[in-house]
């Protein structure tokens, strides 16, 4: 692995950090040098979460300019781990990216020590790194490194490899409409090419004979040039529309190119090629005027968004508010796309905040309930310090001889259960889209006379962590670091001393956990092989969240279902 001439090297370790410990990070290291340990020491002091990296420079080792260090947990069962090798590849990809290196080395993540399955980690880590390629417009050179004396692994590999060749595995971009198309495409039938022999005595009969040939083209033949401006919505076609016109009429010759389509061949030919091409855009407009309804439906109720330039929220059309929406209901752990400004763009909703990337640049992205924006009886609380000054994020630290730092105190130390602690601060979150979303959720329940069984319960992450739920909210898609024992969800705890163990300190040596308002509405036991809740018996009502079976661990599924309410250091 330190022998690879690439700009970054991955390897795997636990989440503590402890450089050296594994085969692999043992020789990392002894190639780097301590200096690396005492780097990442410095900027890691508690560790990092599992299923993310730590980056540190390569130490002695020529050529490399990063080391990514992946936190892993040992083998749970198949849902966890692909999670595990989905983030890390994704994260170091995008790492690479924006950080624009070139090149980097992957091990079998997780294939070691860590016990996953080898024929798992080999399928998925080539399924996840041509996924990335798919939805990334990138040059990028990725390695899979493996030890020669690995013969078992490397047949894994080796036969995935042949499987996913065999299956089609490679880009295909012939579903993709002409106007998401940059690159050049040029369809011919090659057996309806011709060629002419001419023979000669002299100059005068080569070039009488040429320019006879030259008048039958001009008379005969025919190229014609067409785009928006002569055919709207010509760009609505795909290659495989323009495959099935050659299929039709085998004697001509297309040509894409700067959003331009070219035809050339006889001009009856072309002239009835040309009249296909209408009727096939006007059968897909047809189509696009349906799909533009329920597009148009999903936008009145949901509406995606990104954070300019300039600071402020702006919303992606309605095409691609659907189709990100629809992914992202499907759980999709990203979806790929061209934006508005023909970029090659993804988002990846795994990701905490999720992340938007447009060539080498991330965006943070957020997914707003649209009915908020039109209730004018949701209103914020009078005591927020933020409710006049039109900021949509604001940490207020409550004075700690008010009611309200009592209250929130007295919830976290009475949950304890013997862990002693002192608090040092508690901040109340002011976040106006998170509240107003948490709101119209918790009128659904009371509009159908059900009872919302608003509960207030703890969840701890890393310092980090929590903020960027206070800012971005509660994200499921990025459930299973902790486990997924009870449900795929967000988890939350009765008892704070169950919180505190996932509560890991930052810079400034404290701790801190989330107190949130959280929607249980009818709760049932859980499994880990939930990604939703169950129907409740006899019914095709389904739970509202899943438990423990002693209901002192709750498992949300619906972003809105909960509200960080205070950010409680200790």
Same mark, same amino acid.
């Given at each position: 692995?330190?022998?690879?001439?690439?700009?970054?090297?991955?390897? %795997?370790?636990?989440? #503590?950090?402890?450089?050296?410990?594994?085969?692999?990070?043992?020789?990392?290291?002894?190639?780097?040098?301590?200096?690396?340990?005492?780097?990442?020491?410095?900027?890691?002091?508690?560790?990092?979460?599992? /299923?993310?990296?730590?980056?540190?420079?390569?130490?002695?080792? !020529?050529?490399?300019?990063?080391?990514?260090?992946?936190?892993?947990?040992?083998?749970?069962?198949?849902? %966890?781990?692909?999670?595990?090798?989905?983030?890390?590849?994704?994260?170091?990809?995008?790492?690479?990216?924006?950080?624009?290196?070139?090149?980097?080395?992957?091990?079998?993540?997780?294939?070691?020590?860590?016990?996953?399955?080898?024929?798992?980690?080999?399928?998925?880590?080539?399924?996840?790194?041509?996924?990335?390629?798919?939805?990334?417009?990138?040059?990028?050179?990725?390695?899979?490194?493996?030890?020669?004396?690995? %013969?078992?692994?490397?047949?894994?590999?080796?036969?995935?490899?042949?499987?996913?060749?065999?299956?089609?595995?490679?880009?295909?971009? +012939?579903?993709?409409?002409?106007?998401?198309? *940059?690159?050049?495409?040029?369809?011919?039938?090659?057996?309806?090419?011709?060629?002419?022999?001419?023979?000669?005595?002299?100059?005068?009969?080569? /070039?009488?004979?040429?320019? &006879?040939?030259?008048?039958?083209?001009?008379?005969?033949?025919?190229? &014609?040039?067409?785009?928006?401006?002569?055919?709207? !919505?010509?760009?609505?076609?795909?290659?495989?529309?323009?495959?099935?016109?050659?299929?039709?009429?085998?004697?001509?010759?297309?040509?894409?190119?700067?959003?331009?389509?070219?035809?050339?061949?006889?001009?009856?030919?072309?002239?009835?090629?040309?009249?296909?091409?209408? @009727?096939?855009?006007? /059968?897909?407009?047809?189509?696009?005027?349906?799909?533009?309804?329920?597009?148009?439906?999903?936008?009145?109720?949901?509406?995606?968004?990104?954070?300019?330039?300039?600071?402020?929220?702006?919303?992606?059309?309605?095409?691609?508010?659907?189709?990100?929406? #629809?992914?992202?209901?499907?759980?999709?752990?990203?979806?790929?796309?061209?934006?508005?400004? !023909?970029?090659?763009?993804?988002?990846?909703?795994?990701? *905490?905040?999720?992340?938007?990337?447009?060539?080498?640049?991330?965006? !943070?992205?957020?997914?707003?309930?649209?009915?908020?924006?039109?209730?004018?009886?949701?209103?914020?609380?009078?005591?927020?310090?933020?409710?006049?000054?039109?900021?949509?994020?604001?940490?207020? +630290?409550?004075?700690?001889?008010?009611?309200?730092?009592?209250?929130?105190?007295?919830?976290?130390?009475?949950?304890?259960?013997?862990?002693?602690?002192?608090?040092?601060?508690?901040?109340?979150? &002011? /976040?106006?889209? @998170?509240?107003?979303?948490?709101?119209?959720?918790?009128?659904?329940?009371?509009?159908?006379?059900?009872?919302?069984?608003?509960?207030?319960?703890?969840?701890?992450?890393?310092?980090?962590?929590?903020?960027?739920?206070?800012?971005?909210?509660?994200?499921?898609?990025?459930?299973?670091?902790?486990?997924?024992?009870?449900?795929?969800?967000?988890?939350?705890?009765?008892?704070?001393?169950? #919180?505190?163990?996932?509560?890991?300190?930052?810079?400034?040596?404290?701790?801190?956990?989330?107190?949130?308002?959280?929607?249980?509405?009818?709760?049932?036991?859980?499994?880990?092989?939930?990604?939703?809740?169950?129907?409740?018996?006899?019914?095709?009502?389904?739970?509202?969240?899943?438990?423990?079976?002693?209901?002192?661990?709750?498992?949300?599924?619906?972003?809105?279902?909960?509200?960080?309410?205070?950010?409680?250091?200790?």
């Amino acid at each position: 692995m330190t022998q690879t001439k690439t700009n970054a090297i991955v390897s %795997t370790n636990s989440s #503590s950090l402890n450089l050296g410990s594994g085969i692999l990070s043992k020789i990392i290291i002894q190639a780097a040098g301590n200096s690396v340990i005492n780097e990442a020491k410095n900027k890691y002091p508690n560790g990092i979460e599992n /299923n993310s990296i730590a980056i540190t420079s390569a130490g002695n080792i !020529n050529g490399v300019k990063n080391l990514y260090h992946a936190a892993l947990s040992g083998f749970r069962n198949e849902a %966890t781990a692909l999670k595990a090798i989905d983030s890390i590849i994704n994260i170091c990809l995008i790492e690479l990216k924006t950080s624009n290196l070139k090149s980097i080395s992957f091990p079998a993540i997780g294939a070691g020590g860590f016990g996953f399955p080898s024929n798992l980690v080999a399928k998925n880590m080539i399924k996840i790194i041509s996924d990335f390629f798919k939805s990334n417009d990138c040059a990028l050179d990725v390695n899979i490194v493996l030890h020669e004396k690995e %013969t078992e692994l490397i047949k894994t590999f080796e036969n995935e490899f042949s499987i996913f060749e065999n299956s089609g595995g490679k880009a295909n971009h +012939d579903e993709n409409e002409l106007k998401d198309i *940059n690159h050049k495409i040029h369809l011919c039938n090659l057996k309806a090419k011709g060629k002419f022999t001419i023979h000669f005595k002299s100059k005068i009969d080569f /070039n009488r004979a040429t320019s &006879e040939i030259n008048t039958f083209l001009n008379e005969e033949f025919k190229r &014609e040039q067409m785009n928006e401006s002569s055919m709207k !919505n010509l760009t609505s076609l795909t290659v495989v529309d323009l495959q099935k016109l050659l299929e039709k009429f085998p004697d001509i010759e297309i040509t894409y190119e700067n959003k331009t389509l070219n035809l050339y061949g006889f001009k009856n030919s072309i002239s009835c090629a040309i009249a296909e091409l209408a @009727l096939q855009v006007n /059968n897909k407009m047809a189509g696009h005027f349906s799909s533009m309804i329920d597009q148009m439906k999903i936008s009145t109720d949901i509406q995606w968004q990104y954070l300019s330039d300039s600071n402020d929220w702006k919303n992606f059309s309605v095409y691609l508010n659907s189709l990100i929406e #629809s992914n992202y209901l499907k759980k999709e752990s990203k979806v790929s796309f061209t934006n508005e400004s !023909n970029n090659a763009a993804c988002i990846f909703f795994n990701m *905490n905040p999720m992340i938007y990337l447009i060539d080498n640049k991330r965006i !943070n992205v957020r997914r707003i309930d649209m009915a908020q924006l039109d209730d004018n009886s949701i209103k914020i609380p009078s005591n927020w310090i933020s409710i006049n000054s039109g900021s949509d994020f604001y940490l207020a +630290d409550l004075n700690p001889s008010s009611s309200e730092y009592l209250r929130v105190s007295y919830q976290f130390i009475s949950k304890l259960q013997n862990n002693s602690v002192r608090i040092s601060k508690i901040q109340r979150v &002011e /976040n106006p889209y @998170l509240f107003k979303q948490y709101q119209i959720f918790k009128e659904k329940f009371i509009k159908v006379n059900k009872n919302p069984n608003e509960m207030k319960l703890f969840h701890g992450s890393t310092h980090e962590s929590l903020l960027k739920i206070c800012r971005f909210g509660f994200n499921r898609s990025y459930c299973g670091k902790n486990g997924v024992a009870f449900g795929q969800g967000v988890y939350f705890a009765v008892n704070s001393s169950y #919180s505190i163990k996932y509560s890991v300190g930052h810079a400034i040596s404290d701790r801190c956990m989330i107190l949130a308002k959280v929607l249980v509405g009818e709760s049932c036991v859980g499994n880990s092989q939930m990604k939703v809740p169950p129907n409740q018996p006899n019914s095709e009502i389904p739970f509202d969240s899943t438990c423990d079976p002693g209901k002192s661990i709750f498992v949300c599924y619906h972003d809105n279902q909960c509200y960080p309410e205070y950010l409680i250091y200790f």
